[in-house]
Each structure stands twice: as C-alpha cells, then as structure tokens.
C-alpha cells in the first residue's frame, strides 16, 4: 500500500474560520490531488500538483487553496470555510513517468470535514 | 464535455448470484478507462486499466470489458465481501497531471 495519511480525519468547525487539511505520502510520489466526494456527485477534483511548487485548479476549486513545499506534503486550506464545503475530502497521489495516464491513483482514507 | 455514466446506481444481489454493472462514457478520444472499488469510509481502490476495445481483465470474481461506448463490470458468483461501490473513470480531457473523471459509482449488497 502506498503509504497516505491525511490529517485530521475528521474536523467540525463554524462558518468562517479558515481550515487546513494535510496530506503526506511516503511514496515519492510526483503527482498528488485533492478530491472532494459528496452524495450524489462522483469524486470532483479541487487542485493537483504535478510537483514541488507547482500546481493547478480542479473542477471545483472556488474558496480553496493549494500549497506543496515538499515532495511529500499538499496542504489544501479552506481560508474561510462555508457549509457548501462540508464534504469528505481525499487526497491521492500517482507515480512514475505516466503519473494518472496509467489509471491508478492512490488514496488515503479521507478527511470528514462539518462546516456548522 | 466528457461523460461517465454508471447504472444501475444501487444492486443488490443474493450471495452467489452474478451480474454485471454497467458504464457508458462519452469522450474524444479514449485514453483509457478505470475501475475502482470503494469500501464504506475508505479511499477508492484502483482495480483495473481498459485501453481498447476488446479487451477484458481479470481480477478474482470480477471481470472487466471494453466497447467502443461503454465498460461491464461482470461479477461471477459473488460473496458478501464484493459489497462496495464500484466505480468507473476516465482521464480528464487534456490528459497531462489534471487526473481522473469519476463516475457515481454502483452501490453494490451482497446478501449471504
């Protein structure tokens, strides 16, 4: 297994307040994604980063940000979280020269987030 | 607009009783199409690579194919442990790092 591990697993927090939500992979892994996944919608992607310091928007990127200073870090901040983004959060990372081309990603276990 | 559409969205099958899941994509040109399972508070797991049409992977109780407009997830005499949601995907358009277009997902209950 890929070793993913988001943090926190599970957070409420109120409307406003900014929140940070962490990935670190183990793997050395080149590409790395945040999803977000809610009832009745597929897995959206929020923002990617295809390497240190370089990164791009997703489908649904409005109110989040994105920040990889490490290899093995991507933060995703909510710098004022709203009840639209009460969600699970996933993170993913893919490998190798091909990175998602090959189809496999892989995941962590997820991060619940309650906007109250 | 690229298009993954995956029915039924819920199934429920007795303990040995196979069936199939069904995925229809709409996509210029197809650089592949994926399944994952997803277990209940778990990351989606990848399963398997289609490239062309034809072609067929194994893995256990599943079988995946590919047509020229749609995937089957074929499971032979399932056990209560294949319950999950599977889910089918595309590379986004553009293909390059921005990832994957996932569909709904197939709920599926395997009853002992």
């Known amino acids: 297994d890929a070793g993913i591990t988001q943090s926190p697993r599970h957070k409420v927090t109120e409307t406003g307040t900014p929140v940070t939500l962490r990935c670190h992979q183990t793997?050395?892994?080149?590409?790395m994604y945040w999803y977000r996944q809610d009832p009745g919608h597929g897995l959206r992607l929020i923002h990617y980063?295809?390497?240190?310091?370089?990164?791009d928007k997703g489908e649904v990127s409005d109110g989040y940000s994105v920040s990889r200073s490490k290899t093995e870090d991507f933060l995703l901040t909510l710098e004022s979280a709203t009840s639209s983004q009460t969600s699970v959060y996933f993170c993913?990372?893919?490998?190798?020269?091909?990175?998602?081309?090959?189809?496999?990603?892989?995941f962590g276990e997820g991060s619940r987030l309650t906007v109250l | 607009e690229d298009q993954v559409t995956q029915s039924p969205e819920a199934l429920r099958l007795q303990e040995g009783e196979s069936s199939s899941l069904n995925c229809s994509y709409t996509?210029?040109?197809?650089?592949?199409l994926f399944w994952y399972r997803q277990d209940p508070g778990k990351g989606p797991e990848f399963l398997f690579t289609?490239?062309?049409a034809g072609e067929e992977k194994e893995k256990e109780r599943l079988k995946a194919t590919l047509t020229k407009k749609e995937s089957f997830l074929h499971i032979t005499a399932p056990k209560p442990e294949d319950s999950a949601t599977y889910l089918c995907?595309?590379?986004?358009?553009?293909?390059?790092?921005?990832?994957?277009?996932f569909g709904k997902g197939t709920h599926l209950i395997i009853q002992p």
């Open positions: 993913a990372t893919a490998g190798g020269l091909a990175g998602p081309s090959t189809g496999e990603l892989f």
């Open positions: 793997e050395n892994h080149r590409y």
């Open positions: 980063s295809y390497g240190v310091k370089d990164t």
């Open positions: 996509v210029s040109g197809l650089r592949g």
């Open positions: 289609l490239y062309s």
């Open positions: 995907v595309i590379p986004t358009t553009g293909g390059g790092a921005d990832g994957l277009t």
